[in-house]
Nanobody, 125 residues
Framework: QLQLVESGGGLVQPGGSLRLSCAAS????????IGWFRQAPGKEREGVSC????????DYADSVKGRFTISRDNAKNTVYLQMNSLKPEDTAVYYC??????????????????WGQGTQVTVSS
């Protein structure tokens, strides 16, 4: 059974940084694209970033380009989302999800089959 567990969320001041982790169990991430998504209260789930199974392709929402970086460490079966220069509007529950895909990735939630439980990120002074 595919399981994903997010960690690393918390409370941070505007301008601060957090690194989220998405750890997989029950399968190896090697052939899976991983997406990071977020959902704020009253808003639709938004695709923040994704990385292909190969690691060679990434994509970012315009709202986070230049501030967030996605990466993967297949040896640790983990994908990371480094978030810098955080803003109050980044506040949301962040989820990771997996889709079996090698060369590309998608930020569309409907493409993903397996989801983690989410981790809260709050950016506030």
């Amino acid at each position: 059974q595919l399981q994903l567990v997010e960690s690393g969320g918390g409370l941070v001041q505007p301008g601060g940084s957090l690194r989220l982790s998405c750890a997989a169990s029950g399968f190896t991430l090697d052939y899976y694209a991983i997406g990071w998504f977020r959902q704020a209260p009253g808003k639709e789930r938004e695709g923040v970033s994704c990385i292909s199974g190969s690691g060679g392709s990434t994509d970012y929402a315009d709202s986070v380009k230049g501030r967030f970086t996605i990466s993967r460490d297949n040896a640790k079966n983990t994908v990371y989302l480094q978030m810098n220069s955080l803003k109050p509007e980044d506040t949301a529950v962040y989820y990771c999800a997996a889709e079996r895909r090698w060369g590309t990735c998608s930020r569309a939630p409907r493409r993903y089959d397996s989801w983690g439980q989410g981790t809260q990120v709050t950016v506030s002074s």
